[in-house]
């Protein structure tokens, strides 16, 4: 059994005001002709699959294109809700496209929406887990200790349907504790969000989304596959890929790696404004690619977003790096006090009010309560 892990496509998704809907035309388009050369059997689509919860129509347009492309080709699709999509919307439907051979989780309801493949090995399951956080496991499984992301998705896994006997598969969009991060993921801070490896201990196969680098966790078989397209600079140095899992006996899953070319690269230059103008610099790449321009000149140049454009038509972004941003930045850096936890400003806070301060297990106390409040503000 062969199938294809994506993740994160966010279709829609505009970038310093660049519409990308061309980019992912071409990018899904592109995947299909994988998908088809490489005889697929299915495709696991690890959430956010729209960049905003109300997506455009020429978004839900292009996701219905890719889908009855899909399904034209015989592709079975199982897809999740990831924290980007509105689990509603994409819901929708879901008995109806079912019978087309695409399957989509369900809003979360105490229970995972789990389909069973065939092949010459025998059965697999595939389980479908969309984004949870801990209200909303909270609501239906309120006798469980469920504070934390890491609480959630274990009680969620927990109460699913799992024959460790069998070969499982999941799709799920968290964040799991050790995976590098980029720019353009919307994580909490302090890391509230992450969960460990260890929770999916039973499944041969975890398909992850959330996370836009490619990368493993821990074992090979716990992946994210990275977003198909860059969304930010920092991910200028990526390869972008489509990860292929195939699934023989229990036990013996192989992967491997198509590479994705995008319509507009995403470059990162530096250098003088003579320099980056150069023809040496320009023959670099294409000069159409999408940029971002450091310039190392002393002096601003003059209407140099408009100047630049003449030579990069897609530059998205001018930023300069000489002695006047080096000293602005050490003056932000030396006057901007250092950053404190809640933990430490409530500790200060009763020390001022008491004259003393707070005792071991008062301590604990207010951290538990800590965790809770933010547990419950992710979850609205």
Avoid at 170 to 193: I, K, N, R, Y
């Amino acid at each position: 059994m062969k199938l294809a892990h994506l993740a994160d496509l966010h279709i829609g998704k505009k970038l310093y005001e660049f519409s990308m809907i061309e980019d992912q035309r071409f990018i899904l388009e592109q995947i299909l002709g994988i998908l088809e050369e490489e005889k697929v059997d299915g495709v696991l689509v690890a959430g956010d699959v729209y960049d905003k919860p109300v997506p455009a129509a020429e978004a839900v347009q292009l996701l219905d294109d890719f889908l009855t492309g899909l399904a034209s080709c015989g592709i079975k699709v199982f897809l999740i809700s990831g924290n980007h999509d509105s689990a509603e919307r994409l819901a929708f439907g879901a008995r109806l496209f079912g019978e087309a051979g695409v399957y989509v989780s369900r809003i979360y309801d105490g229970t995972v929406r789990k389909i069973t493949l065939r092949d010459e090995y025998g059965e697999a399951d595939v389980h479908l887990l969309p984004f949870i956080k801990p209200s909303m496991v909270r609501h239906f499984w309120e006798e469980e200790e469920t504070e934390t992301f890491q609480d959630a998705v274990r009680t969620a896994i927990h109460h699913m349907e799992v024959d460790p006997s069998r070969r499982n598969v999941l799709v799920a969009h968290q964040f799991v504790t050790g995976a590098g991060t980029c720019e353009s993921e919307e994580l909490l801070v302090g890391g509230l969000d992450q969960v460990d490896a260890s929770l999916f201990a039973d499944f041969d196969y975890v398909a992850l989304g959330h996370i836009h680098s490619p990368q493993k966790i821990g074992r090979e078989t716990l992946r994210y596959c990275g977003t198909p397209l860059k969304y930010s600079f920092s991910e200028a140095d990526q390869e972008k890929s489509v990860t292929i899992v195939e699934l023989r006996e229990k036990g013996d899953v192989r992967l491997s790696v198509r590479p994705l070319r995008p319509l507009h690269d995403l470059r990162q230059i530096r250098g003088s404004y003579m320099e980056v103008t150069s023809p040496g610099f320009l023959e670099k790449g294409s000069r159409e690619d999408y940029v971002q321009v450091t310039l190392t000149d002393e002096e601003d140049v003059l209407d140099g977003m408009q100047k630049l454009r003449f030579y990069y038509p897609n530059l998205m972004r001018l930023q300069y790096d000489n002695l006047r941003t080096r000293q602005a930045k050490e003056l932000i850096m030396a006057e901007e006090p250092a950053e404190k936890s809640g933990l430490e400003l409530f500790e200060e806070f009763y020390e001022n009010q008491n004259n003393q301060p707070m005792s071991k297990d008062q301590r604990s106390l207010v951290q538990k309560l800590i965790e809770r409040l933010s547990g419950q503000d992710a979850g609205q």
